[in-house]
């Protein structure tokens, strides 16, 4: 029971920052099955068969919040689907031993990509309400399906800084549209992972308390996608499964380091993570006051304004 209720608040956790960002339920919560010792095929198929459900709320709630590009979530959405089922087909196949070591610098990877994105480079604001090209989306959806199945996340790591680089979408709409599509990728990794394993092979009591934990959450999630800076979040989620999956990969059979090892490589990864996170927060604050400057200085005069100019003008003489 003490586990279930740690699964609802890890897919509670999980669910506010994908709803908000965009991006990292799958990574997370995967992640962190993989922590306390899922096969790793296991715990992607439990995260997705759980996503169907967080997925579906999330979109709708996106939805009712005016998050949503439907030709978007179309164009992306199918090709996900397609690259999911596959790359659940292909993590099936796969031994515990080999695909632990392999999900985990998958992960560390998006992390790492993360973090190194949106502490560097924000988000872009240029462009906007130019077309996304099918061209573009679709090669994009099938990687990412892919990745985001055999990863046991990479939907929204993938699509979302991907789409935000484009500066085309503003990005509340690029968070809600990824959202709502990753219910076609969820649904075909699912199917995917039953083909392949089996359904004696997914614990469905974590699947329901994944699924309750990100349901509570969602319709929050997509209420704070307009209050809550990316920059940030983006910065702190990718400095949790850098040092989740590092930890995953130092006690594997590839590596098996030493404790000192260990120590010293997280005491490296705090300190990055937190200069990154204050950088994050500086720049945050130093765009936010010019934008701030900016307003004042193109706002329109207004007629108290006007009437102190003209108060303080000379008479002309008679």
């Not at 706002?299 to 303080?312: I, K, M, N």
């Amino acid at each position: 029971m003490r586990k279930l209720l740690l699964l609802a608040l890890v897919g509670l956790g999980a669910q506010l920052v994908d709803g908000s960002l965009g991006m990292a339920y799958g990574v997370t919560s995967t992640t962190l099955l993989l922590a306390i010792g899922t096969n790793p095929a296991a715990a992607s198929a439990t995260v997705h068969l759980a996503e169907i459900g967080t997925t579906l709320a999330s979109g709708a709630a996106h939805w009712r919040f005016g998050n949503v590009d439907w030709k978007v979530v179309t164009k992306i959405g199918i090709p996900g689907a397609i690259g999911a089922f596959a790359g659940a087909t292909f993590l099936s196949s796969l031994s515990t031993e080999v695909a632990a070591p392999i999900m985990a610098l998958l992960l560390l990877t998006l992390g790492i990509y993360i973090l190194v994105r949106f502490t560097a480079a924000g988000i872009p604001r240029d462009r906007l309400g130019q077309p996304l090209r099918k061209r573009f989306l679709a090669p994009l959806g099938l990687v990412a399906g892919f990745v985001d199945s055999t990863g046991g996340g990479g939907w929204g790591p993938v699509g979302t800084p991907a789409i935000l680089a484009s500066g085309r979408m503003a990005p509340r709409k690029v968070i809600g549209s990824i959202d709502t599509s990753e219910f076609l990728v969820a649904v075909a990794a699912s199917l995917g992972f039953l083909v392949g394993l089996g359904s004696e092979n997914v614990n469905f009591g974590w699947v329901v308390a994944l699924l309750l934990g990100g349901v509570i959450a969602a319709p929050v999630a997509a209420w704070l996608v307009r209050h809550i800076p990316p920059r940030i979040l983006g910065s702190a989620v990718g400095g949790v499964i850098i040092l989740t999956n590092v930890r995953t990969l130092l006690r594997s059979d590839w590596i098996d380091a030493p404790d000192g090892v260990r120590y010293s490589v997280y005491a490296v990864i705090y300190l990055v993570w937190a200069l990154a996170l204050a950088y994050s927060i500086r720049q945050y604050r130093a765009h936010r006051d010019q934008e701030t400057v900016e307003a004042v200085d193109t706002a329109p005069r207004t007629g108290t304004e006007s009437h102190a100019e003209s108060d303080s003008a000379p008479t002309p003489a008679a």
